[in-house]
């Protein structure tokens, strides 16, 4: 049997799971940073393009003639 301090100081199976942040990187902040960028890309892209406001009876892309028709959230582009 190993000497105990050379072992993980978790027991079996529980060395390998997600939060063992010894072998992990500490934060993934570029990947949430672009995770982000996207989310408020197609939040701006919805609120412009697809959503009908009140106000306007139409969305703004209408209203201002940047889009010839409302569109829904299915004819957005699908990022790849």
Same mark, same amino acid.
């Given at each position: 049997?190993?000497?105990?301090? /050379?072992?993980?100081?978790?027991p079996?199976?529980?060395?390998?799971?997600?939060?063992?942040?010894?072998?992990?990187?500490?934060? #993934?902040?570029?990947?949430?940073?672009?995770?982000?960028?996207?989310?408020?890309?197609?939040?701006?892209?919805?609120? #412009?393009?697809?959503?009908?406001?009140?106000?306007?009876?139409?969305?703004?892309?209408?209203?201002?003639?940047?889009?010839?028709?409302?569109?829904?959230? /299915?004819?957005?582009? /699908?990022?790849?």
């Amino acid at each position: 049997m190993s000497h105990p301090s /050379r072992q993980s100081p978790l027991p079996g199976p529980w060395r390998l799971l997600p939060f063992n942040i010894g072998a992990s990187p500490l934060t #993934n902040a570029f990947s949430k940073l672009e995770n982000h960028a996207a989310a408020v890309s197609l939040y701006v892209t919805h609120y #412009n393009m697809c959503r009908v406001h009140e106000a306007l009876r139409t969305t703004p892309a209408v209203a201002l003639g940047i889009a010839d028709r409302v569109y829904w959230t /299915r004819h957005l582009p /699908r990022c790849q």
